[in-house]
């Protein structure tokens, strides 16, 4: 797995052993069901049976892998906008090229996240680079789907391109699991990705039969997704596996526990950790537009299909990439 890691995780500076705090109880295990996104790739809606009450200021997450695609099957997506959240893009595996109606664009890879803030809004499209296309290959990563609060759903456009080089690695204090601080903070310990609504994003990797309490801010809500293989969550010792969510009650501390049997394919309990402060605000939502109102929503759609939210560049399509859409495509094919 070629996301961000260390020789010797014992060297990495630690996080802290949470003391007199409560480790929160698991609330409800949830599966990942299945879905089809863009252009006909598959992907597990991590989130699927979560209230987006519980999820608050998280609104959903996409699973892609991982996934060994033959020759000519990897997928990306058309054209599409945004308005009102942010996108979160976490390649482990693989490629995406990306380029969006600003002339902006670039490529995910090993580890790098993407974190675009939709804002007023924007067009994009996310694809496999041409050379994966044609010869297939790995591919793991996540789309994580971010709310931004009313006063700032209509800010700018923006994007952070987190290298995977830059995440924060820490370890547990015996050194039996890793942690990546993509974004925001965990026990004092900042990852390089800024967000606006307060979050903290943590890719977390448990070699078999390793244990992990980490202090979580009392604050923020806490969700776990398993990425791969399987184990344990909470003080209770739910099992959970690939494809799995763990939503957290209340407390300090969230805890892991990697089952001392993985698949051999994929040897770590393999954990997104993901928490934030909840908005407590109404949410209008129709496909990519993430609103406080309906009449936020339907002006939205309208101003995507006026062509505000920008056009697709024409001059920058390469050979056989999606040609630019005309306003009657637009309006039919409004996909996430
Ligand atoms: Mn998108």
């Known amino acids: 797995m070629p996301a961000q890691s260390a020789d010797n995780w014992l060297a990495l500076?630690?996080?802290?052993?949470?003391?007199?705090?409560?480790?929160?109880?698991?609330?409800?295990?949830?599966?990942?069901?299945?879905?089809?996104?863009?252009?006909?790739?598959?992907?597990?809606?991590?989130?699927?049976?979560i209230h987006h009450h519980q999820l608050d200021p998280l609104i959903m997450m996409d699973h892609i892998g991982e996934v060994e695609y033959g020759p000519g099957e990897p997928k990306g997506t058309p054209w599409h906008p945004h308005r009102g959240f942010e996108t979160v893009t976490y390649v482990i595996d693989g490629e995406i090229v990306h380029r969006d109606s600003t002339g902006g664009g670039g490529t995910i890879k090993n580890g790098d996240t993407q974190w675009m803030t939709a804002g007023s809004g924007l067009l994009h499209i996310e694809t496999p680079p041409e050379s994966l296309v044609m010869s297939g290959g790995l591919f793991h990563g996540v789309q994580l789907w971010v709310n931004l609060p009313a006063a700032d759903k209509m800010i700018a456009p923006h994007y952070q391109d987190i290298r995977g080089s830059r995440v924060r690695l820490l370890s547990s204090p015996d050194g039996g699991a890793l942690l990546r601080v993509i974004a925001g903070e965990l026990d004092g310990h900042r990852g390089p990705g800024a967000t606006h609504t307060p979050i903290t994003m943590v890719h977390a990797t448990l070699r078999p039969g390793a244990q992990?309490?980490?202090?979580?801010?009392?604050?923020?809500?806490?969700?776990?997704y398993v990425l791969a293989g399987r184990g344990n969550a909470g003080a209770e010792q739910r099992p959970i596996r690939m494809g799995q969510a763990a939503l957290f009650g209340s407390g300090g501390a969230v805890t892991f526990k990697a089952s001392t049997t993985q698949d051999t394919r994929t040897p770590d309990l393999e954990v997104l950790l993901l928490g934030g402060k909840p908005l407590r605000e109404p949410i209008a939502q129709y496909g990519p537009f993430v609103m406080n109102t309906q009449a936020e929503l339907i002006q939205a759609i309208e101003d995507y299909k006026r062509g505000r939210l920008g056009t697709v560049p024409v001059t920058k399509a390469a050979p056989g990439q999606t040609a630019p859409a005309t306003e009657a495509q637009r309006e039919h094919h409004m996909p996430k």
């Open 212 to 224: 992990l309490t980490v202090p979580w801010r009392e604050d923020f809500n806490a969700v776990a």
């Open 13 to 49: 500076p630690k996080v802290s052993r949470p003391l007199a705090t409560t480790d929160r109880q698991v609330l409800s295990i949830t599966t990942a069901v299945d879905g089809v996104e863009g252009e006909g790739f598959l992907v597990r809606r991590a989130f699927a049976g």
